[in-house]
């Protein structure tokens, strides 16, 4: 007989409880404080979509928004308990398996980024049984086919357990799966999807039709996917978008791929079929500036896609080069003209904290920010995070083990004593940067200047014009479906309640 699963995705509740409270004290520069956009979590969702196929008995839950006697009747009424963690959740997570574990009785399998790279953390706890090693499509069924017959478990590859004589017993890697066509589709029907989407600031389904990134940052974990980009075929995209449409007829998408844009053709051949199938929706993705150009960017822009996330980190070309990140200041600039001569709104994703950081490396970056001008700024403090290069660097600087610290990659926490700066001149730089660049985005000048140079693309280029027309044509008609949906307050901003949200804003001086 099958076991019945249950899969949670664990998340700091002190972390939820300090993104409320900043939120609320006033003279606090919300962008600190803000929480991270409440989203379904995609891991566990396709892992419970590969376990229906094989005809278990399956259920998820996310802990950003269930409740602890919600978890509990969950742990009781399964017969295995698996839990999905990231490094700053991964206390909560241990929580969760020594309850599951040790109150109710279950047998407990770790998931994700942390058991990966410390399953140690959670077999040494007793909060585990088992943790996955890597992606678990495949390795999760293996486990629950011989849970119960141990001397199975040698031949299961990606797990590691505590072995007879009481030691960890690390089993070889299991080979990333090739064909990302050949994973299900996200059990979205597994969640109360209306709900999640009530929770967001901009309602909107994720999307994951990709997995790894063939970059080395140094302050990005890649032990889930060892640098092995693996992609959907752009029909099963589309076809995903188009059911996703008709059940659930959200607002807007956002694909979570760590870098949607590496293959340009097959970028180009998704916003081809979005167009040909005359589906209407408006869409984000995360990307980097050097992997665009006028032509992906007119696709993008016409498919629907309204802003796109760039990981820049810094604007110090030194700093760029301590991290890996193969960037240019050249090819920033570049970029960045683009996205703004053919219209795309974009935000970039900053970091300081880096362990070679100068004071000049925060002024460049500065001088970045207001020369390329985006739309949106998010900068973070950097966390080191076990199993990347640059936690190997910071381990002598740690204040204590990263899974003991209530983190946040968003938020500000002090896990490490920087060489130069002290954790206090940290914030103010990151202050000082979010008030210049509202200063530089908000001035008439450069709002003028952007119309400009919006304008003089057009001139050289005609075919934005054509553009152009057809874009507003596609945006009147998603305009309509959406006010005419349970979403239509999506277009409401200011009525809806932002304390509540908890959305950011800067207050310039």
């Known amino acids: ?14 972390l939820r409880e300090q993104a409320a409270a900043l939120f609320a004290q006033d003279g606090v520069a919300t962008g600190n404080g803000a929480r991270d956009e409440i989203i379904p979590p995609l891991g566990i969702a396709i892992l419970a979509a590969g376990l229906l196929e094989r005809g278990y008995e399956v259920k998820i839950y996310d802990d950003s928004i269930e409740d602890m006697d919600t978890l509990r009747a969950a742990m009781e009424w399964a017969d295995v308990v698996g839990i999905s963690t990231l490094t700053p959740n991964a206390r909560r997570a241990r929580e969760l398996g020594l309850i599951a574990k040790t109150e109710i009785g279950r047998f407990v399998i770790m998931g994700g980024p942390h058991p990966t790279t410390n399953p140690e953390f959670f077999l040494g706890a007793g909060a585990a049984d088992i943790c996955v090693q890597g992606e678990g499509d495949l390795t999760l069924p293996e486990i629950l086919e011989s849970y119960k017959d141990r ?51 901009n309602p909107s389904v994720n999307l994951i039709t990709s997995r790894g990134c063939p970059y080395a940052c140094t302050f990005c974990d890649a032990e889930m996917t060892p640098r092995q980009y693996r992609a959907m075929s752009p029909t099963k995209v589309v076809d995903l978008i188009e059911h996703l449409l008709k059940t659930y007829n959200p607002p807007q998408f ?8 590496i293959q340009k053709k097959r970028v180009k051949a998704i916003c081809e079929e979005i167009i040909r199938r005359g589906l209407f929706f408006e869409w984000s993705c995360e990307s980097r500036l050097d992997t665009m150009d006028f032509e992906l960017l007119r696709w993008m822009k016409k498919a629907g896609c309204v802003k796109i996330y760039y990981g820049l980190e810094s604007g110090s070309p ?56 985006p739309d949106q700024i998010h900068l973070s403090i950097l966390q080191p995070i076990p199993g990347t290069e640059i936690y190997e660097q910071l381990k002598p600087m740690l204040l204590k083990d990263m899974a003991e610290v209530d983190f946040h990659y968003w938020h500000g926490t002090e896990s490490f004593k920087h060489p130069v700066f002290t954790f206090q001149q940290l914030h103010a730089d990151r202050e000082r940067l979010l008030k210049i660049h509202a200063k530089t985005t908000r001035s008439l000048k450069n709002r003028l200047l952007r119309k400009l140079e919006r304008l003089s693309a057009m001139i050289r280029n005609p075919e934005l014009i054509s553009d152009w027309f057809e874009v507003r044509r596609r945006r009147k008609t998603y305009q309509a479906r959406v006010r005419s949906s349970e979403w239509s307050y999506a277009f409401e901003r200011e009525k809806r309640d932002k304390v509540a949200l908890q959305v950011p804003e800067v207050k310039v001086d």
């Open 1 to 14: 007989m099958q076991p019945k699963v249950a899969l949670i995705y664990a998340k700091s509740q002190a």
């Open 151 to 201: 001397s199975k478990w040698p031949e299961i590859l990606g797990m590691t357990y505590v072995g007879d004589d009481g030691q960890l017993v690390r089993n070889p890697r299991r080979p990333l799966i090739k064909k990302m066509d050949d994973v299900p589709y996200p059990a979205y029907h597994l969640y109360d999807m209306p709900k999640f989407l009530r929770l967001m600031i």
């Open 254 to 261: 956002m694909f979570f791929d760590d870098l949607f844009t």
């Open 318 to 373: 030194d700093v760029l080069v301590s991290v890996k990140k193969g960037l240019t200041t050249e090819k920033i600039l570049a970029a960045a003209k683009l996205n703004r001569e053919v219209g795309m709104t974009f935000k970039y994703f900053l970091m300081y904290g880096f362990p070679q950081e100068q004071e000049k490396d925060h002024r460049m970056t500065e001088w970045i920010v207001e020369q390329t001008r």
